[in-house]
């Protein structure tokens, strides 16, 4: 991650020497400067206002002394960003949020999980008497929930859609609102917040929804979902440049029409695993060349070893390396809460038992260095809101203080990773359909994508 610092530089050799009031002037203004938020656009006003900032706590069963041992190995990295929190920049828009909060409350998770085995004390809200407002102090290496004001044409309240980031862009596709899907683009623009929709030419892509948009470069490999009782497997392509849509010439033996799936990319290949063709789970595994040179593409299916994962759908399947880690889902009877390792050199699959065995479905898992964040989704019993950190080294579930203000339990929602934050977008309760749009600030976890490569599972 960037950070643009304010800064007073001096020419060595200049004759010129500033007096002792104006350099302490210009100190000041550069460090008022430095403070203004870095990502406001000078747009129309925000068709939202902006959030209070309770507390949150992420509630799950931990090791201790691992949470302990994580925080003292992060503690280098705090060190850089407290000096930018100081500064102002990453913070402004937390600050100004919190400034003008009428009150402080902390969040209470209702969900069922297992109890903390211990108890650590909210932090004091800080009072600044000279200008009357309370604010929720959030220790510099702290995460926290903001839900965000945006600009521009915005997606409609929407679910099982995609979000998928390229470049400092984030390109959600397609989704439905329970009554009707949609195929329209629509492009967030991350430093901006500014939404737009693409107007977009070529081949005609059906609505559909729990569909897969996998990024390769500048293109998006769409398979699959569909809309009502049909189901697709078709894969259509779009160039976010020229913002074309292709369908692709497929040649030979094709996966079977299916939604709720899973796709990645690794080596020069999308691969596609599991989902439901309306009639059964699936579990099996296909790849295709993203690169063609007649524009024909060729599915294969790929032979593993080790016995697959059970069939299933609303999975997350995350590239860790040269590996692939499959977590949760259901088989449309059983929502899942087992771990499955699948090595793309040896297509090899292993089956890790996690203490204690989280069920989630229909939610998302980000990697952000060494951690799996599985943010919100369905337990079985009802929808969540909780942030659940699977340390990747150890195979073992942590619990961080997140501060803020959650988005309210939901699943079938779209998660993406950009510039030490991750994005949260729509999903559905059971009740209703969302269009909110929140933001999780990773604080001093923005360093760990920067971490050296590692084993899963070798510290365990």
Not at 27 to 53: H, N, V
Not at 96 to 110: D, K
Not at 313 to 335: A, I, K, M
């Amino acid at each position: 991650m960037t950070v643009n610092m304010a800064a007073l530089d001096g020419q060595a050799g200049s004759s010129y020497v500033l007096t002792e009031n104006v350099a302490l002037e210009r100190q000041q203004a550069a460090m008022a400067a430095s403070r203004a938020p870095s990502r406001t656009p000078s747009r129309a006003a925000p068709t939202e206002p902006a959030p209070e900032i309770p507390l949150m706590m992420a509630s799950l069963s931990l090791n201790n002394s691992a949470a302990a041992s994580d925080d003292e190995a992060l503690s280098a990295m705090t060190t850089a960003a407290a000096q930018a929190a100081k500064s102002g920049v990453r913070n402004a828009a937390h600050k100004r949020a919190s400034q003008r909060a009428e009150s402080i409350r902390p969040h209470t998770n209702s969900q069922k999980q297992p109890p903390l085995p211990h108890s650590k004390e909210m932090p004091a809200i800080w009072m600044d008497n000279n200008v009357g407002a309370a604010e929720a102090r959030a220790p510099t290496p702290a995460m926290y929930w903001s839900r965000r004001s945006t600009w521009g044409e915005s997606p409609p309240k929407m679910r099982s859609q995609s979000m998928t980031a390229i470049g400092s862009s984030l390109y959600v596709f397609g989704g439905w609102n329970n009554s009707v899907c949609f195929n329209d683009v629509y492009v967030l623009d991350t430093e901006t917040m500014f939404w737009s929709r693409m107007q977009t030419t070529g081949d005609s892509v059906p609505p559909c929804r729990a569909h897969t948009a996998t990024a390769v470069g500048s293109r998006l490999f769409v398979f699959g979902g569909g809309d009502g009782t049909q189901y697709f497997s078709d894969l259509y392509i779009l160039n976010v440049r020229s913002c074309v849509w292709t369908r692709a010439k497929v040649s030979g033996k094709t996966p079977s029409p299916r939604r709720t799936h899973t796709c990645f990319y690794y080596g020069g290949y999308v691969y596609l695993f599991g989902g439901g063709d309306g009639h059964r789970a699936l579990n099996d595994l296909w790849r295709v060349r993203a690169d063609s040179s007649d524009d024909t593409y060729e599915w294969e299916e790929v032979e593993t070893m080790g016995g697959r994962p059970f069939p299933r759908g609303y999975h997350t399947s995350t590239l860790v390396g040269n590996q692939v880690v499959v977590f949760g889902g259901s088989d449309g009877q059983e929502c899942f809460g087992d771990t499955s390792l699948l090595n793309l050199d040896t297509m090899e699959w292993t089956h890790v038992a996690i203490d204690p065995p989280l069920t989630r479905l229909a939610h998302t898992a980000t990697l952000v260095g060494m951690y799996l964040f599985v943010i919100c989704g369905h337990d079985g019993s009802d929808y969540a809101n909780q942030v659940l950190m699977l340390k990747l080294d150890t195979l073992k579930w942590e619990t961080r203080m997140i501060y803020g203000t959650p988005p309210v339990p939901r699943g079938y929602h779209a998660c993406a990773l950009h510039d030490g934050r991750v994005f949260l977008h729509g999903g559905y309760n059971g009740q209703q359909v969302f269009d909110d749009l929140y933001i999780l600030e990773l604080s001093s976890y923005s360093y760990l994508p920067q971490v050296p490569e590692f084993v899963i599972g070798c510290h365990r």
